[in-house]
């Protein structure tokens, strides 16, 4: 433990001498700026010296020691050697001068120092000063790391070594511990060694209380430094720290306490708790035949991933969520099997089940309640990560220092609190926790109410997706049936809760009226209808619990007055009835003035097909005369706010709550989507759809939604955060999301072109103009960023191959035919078709051009804004056709703008690259690439494999394409295939 000791002994020495040598630098700068007084100046100087020489003579370490100090400890021996030499170096440039009380020698010895000490030197030693400040702190951490794995008995020998652990060892410097009492203090070895090294200081106790700050906070920033870049494995080389028992569950609980919020189970306990009888069939299995759901019972216990309870709102999601997670003893009655348990077990009604699932592995169950209507917390992703962090590492709190290496070591060494994470940070954390934590555990969780999410739904998605990656985690989750679960999770097994509820509401009802005496005087009076009112309002309630309590109360009421058996029925009667009839009398009941532009809204949403922002809503709600009009710019949030009230008044005194404007607490703009999905099962019913297309013939959606992606594309900054960003990680990352987005607006703004009605053509070629316009304002000047935008742009929302990138040309136009807005392509191209090129470079070299630079320049970095010089014909133009060829797929390309480029003079044979290879020869190499394996097969097969190639390549050979029999069979893998495709095209016939 010497060693130990004298490691820590030696960091004091090299602090003493980093603060002599920053006073020495101080005092040198001083005597060049003192004139007449620097004598006196250097006296002192030479004073300083003389009195730290004993001090700094520490710092030669003996013989006897050295290479052990250097084999465990190298950073600090190296250091102290380093503060040595310099000490010496001062010491004799001094002694060389020198300095004397002799008056009459002052002026040479002034002239003399400044010459050896020049401002040069000075600024060289204080850097050099500076640099094993940095050492010292690398040093000390690296040596606090040795200490702190060491076990706990030799911990305690260094510092008794080190003469700390008394009564006075920490009144030199007062930690900032998380422990106050003085009998704990030494326990966080960071600051008990800082204090003994600034007790060595040869200064002021103002002083040495400055250095340990100073020195405290220079080590933390080495550990923020040296251990955010050590892997979180949990595999690195890096050995433990070992800390008593106590001092360990004191951290831990410091740690978790650090994801506690104040409302963390707030949602949980406002959930009503499930009526009794009720839900005990979700552990049961369905009857047999049933299709209506999958058997709960059986995904707890099986290897299945996860399970999706859906349902409508109102239907007891969360209430069944709830019961789920509970202990039994929170739903205990005289008919369940369920075995009572304490409230500790506070999962224990799915634990039993789930145990099958986990086998000898140890079993964590955490649980969260999305809340919309509660805190920020509750419905953000914050919440969330925290919540189940803290519930996790309860759990299993021995993975902490793995899953946050730096803030364990900080807390270990220093006891410093955790410091706030942002929501990046978390995101990653979570991450990290559901990772290690089921290395040897089985976790499962438990998501209630994903619609109430305050945050991007498909990044909540794509986290819940890599947790199910984790081999040994499954997770229940629960939502409304919008879109984006059903097409997340509707291949999972799961259930729709309000077709399995009738008998549970049946048995609410019986149990509500059952407590009142006026329902009691009511069966003695009518018995029979009694007895069918609870039959009535079942099936009317149509599972939506919310809807039968808001009923039975309104009944009860009248109970009370004991009305007549008529004037029950009509109460019950002036309720909302079956949904399908609700529907169909609130559209019947809609003002005609209103109805046609409510018939509008249903044929924008269909269209649309998903949930779009109220935004883009507004914007396509623009009467058709003012598209051209209204001026293609980025709007002010204030008035984006407005546009947004606006809309939200419009479609509530339109559509009367079919439709509805759903804004998350934390944001100022929501989304438009049906009330439930039953609202668009309805407008699709061949009726009702009749009804709306008949009020809105010359309605053309597509022309607004044309206009709508425009405006979001040249409003897509609109989205960045307020905060300052100085993170070049998030900063790169906003870049990439902002990017996606205007890639998604200009391509769902072509798709939307590529379908306008005739009569709206002339309105769509100039809002496509303006669009590519408006791809100047919002990507800069540089032509080469702009092209390699428009070659980014999918015309889907997910990556096509990305082998053939190199195959679409770069200009605006080629994005058009891409995406077949062939009446726009029409308007625009020229004979020949064919666009000037970017680059000198062949075909296959453009690929060189990567989004990064289009990242920089949106960033504000300077770019080249020129057109490359060519030599070549075929390097100054890009031939259209190439674009109209793109696509992964031989049923995606879009024979009709094949067939424009073709009339139009596009050459199938137009050379793309100096080796010869054209338009045609690239169309003949995909051929051949279709036909690969083709060996051996039948004449029938080929045929097979090339019939859907046929009328494109049929069209292609009709304008002049060229083809040898020699070049064919040659390039072929198989030469029958390759005569095959030479008869095909040169006889033209299948």
């Known amino acids: 433990m010497a060693e130990g000791a004298a490691a820590f002994a030696i960091a004091g020495n090299v602090l003493q001498f980093v603060e002599f040598a920053t006073k020495f630098g101080n005092k040198c700068r001083e005597i060049h700026r003192a004139g007449g007084s620097a004598p006196g100046d250097l006296q002192s100087l030479r004073y300083l010296v003389e009195s730290q020489q004993a001090a700094l003579e520490r710092l030669q370490i003996p013989e006897s020691e050295r290479s052990q100090l ?62 094993l400040n940095q050492n010292l702190n690398t040093a000390l951490l690296n040596s606090l790391r040795d200490y702190a794995a060491k076990s706990e008995g030799q911990q305690i020998a260094i510092l008794e070594r080190l003469d700390i652990i008394q009564e006075d060892s920490t009144g030199a410097f007062k930690s900032t511990s998380l422990n106050e009492d003085e009998d704990t203090a030494w326990y966080a070895p960071g600051d008990a060694v800082i204090a003994f090294i600034v007790r060595s200081l040869d200064a002021e106790p103002e002083e040495r209380q400055k250095s340990a700050v100073e020195l405290r906070r220079g080590v933390l920033q080495r550990i923020h430094l040296t251990t955010a870049s050590v892997s979180y494995d949990g595999d690195g080389d890096r050995p433990p720290i070992t800390l008593s028992r106590n001092r360990e569950m004191r951290l831990r609980a410091v740690f978790l306490a650090s994801f506690a919020y104040k409302v963390m189970d707030d949602r949980h306990s406002r959930i009503i708790e499930a009526h009794q009888e009720t839900f005990r069939w979700i552990f049961e299995h369905p009857s047999a035949g049933s299709e209506k759901w999958s058997n709960f019972k059986d995904w707890l216990k099986s290897d299945s991933k996860l399970y999706w309870i859906t349902g409508k709102a109102g239907s007891g999601k969360s209430t069944l969520m709830k019961f789920i997670c509970s202990p039994v003893s929170e739903y205990h009655s005289r008919n369940t099997t369920d075995t009572p348990v304490s409230r500790g077990a506070r999962f224990e009604r799915c634990r039993n089940d789930l145990m099958e699932w986990a086998g000898s592995r140890p079993l964590i169950i955490a649980s969260f309640y999305f809340w919309a209507s509660g805190n920020e917390l509750e419905a953000s992703p914050k919440g969330l990560y925290m919540s189940l962090i803290f519930q996790i590492l309860q759990h299993c709190p021995e993975i902490i220092p793995r899953v946050a290496p730096v803030t364990w070591e900080a807390m270990s060494l220093f006891n410093e609190k955790p410091s706030r994470l942002t929501e990046a940070e978390l995101e990653a954390m979570i991450r990290l926790v559901v990772t290690e934590a089921q290395k040897d555990r089985s976790l499962c969780l438990f998501i209630d109410g994903l619609d109430e999410f305050s945050g991007d739904l498909e990044k909540l998605i794509a986290l819940i997706e890599v947790f199910l990656q984790c081999p040994n985690v499954k997770v229940c989750v629960s939502s409304r049936p919008w879109v984006v679960f059903e097409e997340a999770f509707q291949h999972r097994p799961s259930l729709k809760l309000e077709d399995l509820t009738y008998n549970d509401i049946r048995k609410f009802i019986a149990k509500r009226f059952s407590e009142e005496e006026g329902f009691r005087r009511l069966s003695i009076r009518e018995p029979e209808y009694a007895e069918q009112l609870e039959d009535n309002i079942a099936t009317k309630a149509v599972g939506v619990f919310l809807w039968v309590s808001l009923v039975v109360k309104s009944l009860l009421s009248g109970m009370e007055n004991d009305d007549r058996v008529s004037d029950m029925q009509r109460r019950l009667d002036l309720l909302p009835p079956e949904l399908e009839n609700l529907y169909n009398a609130i559209l019947n009941s809609l003002d005609p003035f209103y109805f046609q532009h409510a018939a509008q809204y249903f044929r924008l949403l269909e269209a649309w097909k998903i949930s779009p922002s109220v935004v883009l809503f507004g914007f396509a709600d623009e009467e058709i005369e003012n598209l051209t009009k209204l001026p293609i710019r980025e709007y002010p949030k204030a008035e984006l706010r407005e546009r947004t009230e606006t809309m939200r008044r419009r479609i509530n005194s339109r559509c009367l709550g079919l439709l509805e404007v759903a804004v998350p607490p934390s944001s100022s703009y929501g989304s438009v989507q049906y009330l439930h999905k039953t609202v668009r099962d309805f407008t699709l019913r061949p009726k009702v759809n009749t009804k709306i297309r008949d009020a809105t013939s010359g309605f053309d959606c597509q022309i607004r939604m044309c206009f709508a992606y425009l405006l979001g594309f040249q409003n897509s900054r609109i989205e960045e955060s307020n905060e300052s960003l100085q993170d070049d990680k998030y900063l790169e990352e906003l870049k990439e999301h902002r990017l996606q987005a205007m890639r998604v607006f200009v391509s769902r703004c072509l798709k939307a072109a590529s379908e306008v009605k005739p009569e709206n053509v002339q309105i769509m070629i100039n809002l496509l103009d303006s669009l590519c316009e408006a791809s100047t304002r919002v990507l800069g000047i540089d032509e080469v960023v702009r092209a390699n935008f428009f070659r980014s742009v999918k015309d889907t929302d997910f990556p096509l191959n990305e082998k053939r990138e190199n195959a679409k040309g770069s200009s605006f136009l080629s994005l058009t035919v891409r995406l077949g807005v062939r009446e726009y392509v029409k308007n625009k191209m020229h004979f020949g078709c064919l666009e000037p090129r970017l680059s000198e470079e062949p075909i296959d070299s453009f690929g060189r051009f990567k989004i990064s630079r289009i990242k920089k320049l949106l960033s504000g970095s300077k770019s080249r804004n020129t057109l490359y010089p060519s030599t070549d014909e075929h390097h100054l133009h890009w031939p259209l056709l190439m674009d109209a060829l793109y696509r992964d797929s031989v049923s995606e390309i879009r024979l009709d703008m094949v067939r424009l480029c073709l009339e139009n003079g596009a050459d199938p044979n137009f050379q793309l690259r100096n080796d010869g290879s054209t338009v045609w020869s690239r169309w003949v190499d995909r051929l051949l690439i279709a036909g690969y394996g083709s060996e051996n097969q039948t004449r029938e097969k080929n045929l097979e494999i090339l019939r859907p190639y046929w009328p494109i390549t049929k069209l292609l050979s009709d304008h002049g394409a060229t083809l040898t029999l020699r070049s064919i069979t040659k390039s072929s893998a198989d030469p029958s295939y390759g005569k095959l495709l030479y008869e095909i095209v040169t006889r033209r016939e299948v």
Not at 107 to 124: P, Y
């Open 70 to 131: 250097l084999l465990q400890y190298p950073e600090v021996t190296k250091v102290a050697n380093a503060c040595t030499r310099h000490f010496a170096e001062i010491k004799n440039s001094l002694d060389r001068i020198g300095i004397t009380d002799d008056k009459t020698a002052r002026g040479v010895v002034v002239n003399a120092f400044k010459a050896t000490w020049n401002r040069d030197k000075i600024e060289s030693l204080r850097s050099e000063v500076a640099s």
